[in-house]
């Protein structure tokens, strides 16, 4: 007779296949990423929008999408938006949508950042019945697992945060420092906006975030796929006031302009100074101006994409998914090291 782990896995292949991913997962990419592209429906004309949004926050989960103030629309004509996230190549299949509802804007010089939250969320990336299989479990795993994150997320925001990671988020090392201190941690939930402009979201109960505050400056290093795994090691300095430079398990150089130390692997340097911090529920988002930007040498780069569309992208292939598993599970043994 098989044992109950036998059925218990037979039972698990039945209903997953081989969906059943991290939820977030680190894959190498070039940047900017191509393969998929944001549009924004409802004003016309679809529009790109894949290098002009942002996450700002998870709890409640917001997004801002950037305009030229010139061309920012009225705000009778942003009733019924959403977001299509689509394969860039072949016929641009939608794989998630995200329905958005207006829920502030902000003006900063040339630009206007319209602030949405999700009023809807669909995910094309697995079957229905794959999908409903993962939300059932998902919604058990949260009940009975102590949320330690302190954040609480409707179903619909969940889902619109799952979706919004289908495009690959480069996943980058953030340096800041001042006379009083300095601090090098991991961060993805960031995006360019246009014009020079770059959004990016800290916990606003964590050291980072009020650092950043302090010194209004940062330094973004660029990291290469192959470093994943120090990069990784630096999330638990998301806990931190401060750390010692000197201490590091890498070799740093400077930053052009703010002198602040930056890991010697990394790919691309900017420097960016802050010009507005927005608090808003879990998160701070803060909007910087890049004022320099060095790029060292081209390479694939950290991103990490959604569980579910790294298993749509790998569906045809059995091994390579399972060679990306390995990568992926080496890259996050770094935070588990520390
Ligand atoms: C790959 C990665 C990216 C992260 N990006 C961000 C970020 O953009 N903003 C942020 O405030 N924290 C970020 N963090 C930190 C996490 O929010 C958090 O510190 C850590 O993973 C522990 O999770 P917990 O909040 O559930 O305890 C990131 C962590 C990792 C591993």
């Not at 829920?103 to 019945?129: H, K, P």
């Not at 703010?258 to 988002?285: C, N, Q, W, Y």
Request: aromatic share 8%; proline share 4%.
């Amino acid at each position: 007779m098989p044992s109950a782990n036998k059925i218990h896995n037979l039972l698990k292949k039945v209903i997953f296949g081989d969906t059943l991913l991290p939820q977030e997962f680190t894959v190498p990419l070039i940047a900017p990423q191509k393969e998929i592209t944001v549009w924004l429906h409802g004003l016309g004309v679809p529009r790109d929008v894949t290098y002009c949004q942002s996450t700002v926050c998870s709890a409640p989960f917001i997004i801002c999408i950037a305009f030229d103030t010139i061309q920012a629309p009225d705000k009778q004509n942003l009733e019924r938006l959403s977001l299509k996230f689509c394969e860039s190549d072949g016929h641009g299949q939608v794989l998630g949508e995200i329905g958005l509802r207006l829920t502030n804007r902000v003006s900063l010089s040339d630009l206007t950042l319209f602030f949405f939250e999700a009023r809807s969320s669909a995910n094309y990336c697995l079957s229905r019945i794959r999908l409903g299989s993962h939300y059932l479990l998902q919604a058990y795993t949260t009940k009975h697992q102590v949320n330690t994150s302190g954040m609480k997320m409707s179903f619909v925001e969940r889902r619109a945060a799952m979706v919004s990671f289908i495009r690959p988020h480069p996943t980058s090392i953030v340096s800041v420092n001042d006379e009083v201190g300095g601090n090098i941690f991991i961060m993805n939930l960031m995006g360019d906006l246009g014009n020079n402009y770059f959004a990016f979201a800290l916990k606003s109960t964590r050291k980072p975030a009020h650092l950043v505050e302090r010194t209004g400056r940062i330094a973004l290093s660029s990291v290469p796929f192959h470093e994943g795994k120090t990069a990784f090691q630096l999330a638990a300095n998301h806990f931190k006031e401060s750390i010692e430079w000197d201490q590091l398990p890498f070799a740093t150089m400077r930053s052009r302009i703010f002198d602040i130390p930056v890991p010697d692997f990394a790919l691309r340097v900017r420097e960016m100074k802050v010009e507005l911090i927005h608090k808003i529920g879990s998160h701070t988002l803060f909007v910087a101006r890049v004022v320099s930007n060095q790029t060292f040498s081209v390479g694939e780069e950290l991103h990490v994409v959604h569980g579910f569309y790294q298993a749509r992208r790998l569906k045809e292939s059995g091994a390579t998914l399972k060679a990306s598993l390995a990568m992926d599970s080496l890259n996050k043994s770094g935070s588990r090291s520390v």
